[in-house]
């Protein structure tokens, strides 16, 4: 059974919203988790690191004001697409890592209007 | 962070044959990893190679790893449909495990 989970599965939101994604892993705890973005027919980009109570790392370009990192528990890390535009339609995808392993969510689909 | 390059873009092949498809990175690393992604879903974990390895099987699937030439191939012997999905290189580099980088991926499909 899957490991990882994230919720919603598929989310439509207005322009100019803000939309929470939630990953949590399921039977194991999680000290760092990962975020990715991919566009149609397009590679996983990773967006940023988050460590178990400490602020995300963020990779270049990703814009930390816009894309909000919660990682308050070793099961559960929530990014928030603030003020969603439709480019920031995409694929996001988290992957959890801890006590030596390492698992992808399901991904979630978000499509801005 | 550059992304690694993966050829062929695109493969088309018939059912029973094998499946080749290269990747090429830039940057030392700790392992390189495939995964298998279904139109719209998420990755599947198939396969890790560590840097101090140079070949691996796993069921009809079979990895190497040449880190001199930074490259890797995946090669899935008799093919069936349902493998009919893009493939994509990550590699695990640095001091932070887990922290992956993919490459571009290679589209593949079988045709029954």
């Known amino acids: 059974g899957a490991v990882v989970s994230q919720h919603p599965s598929w989310v439509i939101c207005k322009s100019g919203t803000s939309v929470k994604i939630e990953c949590r892993s399921l039977?194991?705890?999680?000290?760092?988790m990962f975020w990715y973005r991919q566009f149609p027919k397009q590679s996983l980009m990773l967006m940023a690191t988050?460590?178990?109570?400490?602020?995300?790392?963020?990779e270049q370009g990703v814009e930390k004001d816009k894309f909000l990192i919660n990682h308050a528990s070793l099961t559960l890390s929530t990014l928030t697409v603030t003020s969603a535009h439709p480019e920031d339609s995409s694929f996001y995808i988290c992957?959890?890592?801890?006590?030596?392993?390492?698992?992808f969510g399901p991904g979630t689909r978000l499509t801005v209007t | 962070s550059q992304q690694g390059e993966e050829d062929p873009q695109a493969l088309s092949i018939q059912e029973g044959e094998n499946a080749t498809m290269n990747c090429s990175y830039k940057?030392?690393?700790?392992?390189l990893q495939w995964y298998r992604q279904n139109s719209g879903r998420g990755l599947v974990h198939l396969i890790l190679?560590?840097?101090?390895?140079r070949e691996k099987h796993s069921g009809r699937l079979r990895v190497t790893l040449d880190t001199s030439k930074k490259s890797s191939s995946l090669l899935i012997t008799a093919s069936r449909a349902a493998d009919t999905a893009s493939y994509f290189c990550?590699?695990?580099?640095?001091?932070?495990?887990?922290?992956?980088?993919f490459g571009q991926g290679t589209i593949l499909t079988v045709h029954p």
């Open positions: 988050s460590n178990e109570g400490s602020k995300a790392t963020y």
């Open positions: 039977d194991f705890q999680a000290t760092t």
């Open positions: 940057t030392s690393i700790n392992n």
């Open positions: 990550a590699t695990d580099r640095g001091t932070s495990y887990g922290k992956l980088t």
């Open positions: 190679i560590r840097s101090n390895e």
């Open positions: 992957s959890a890592r801890g006590q030596g392993r390492q698992y």
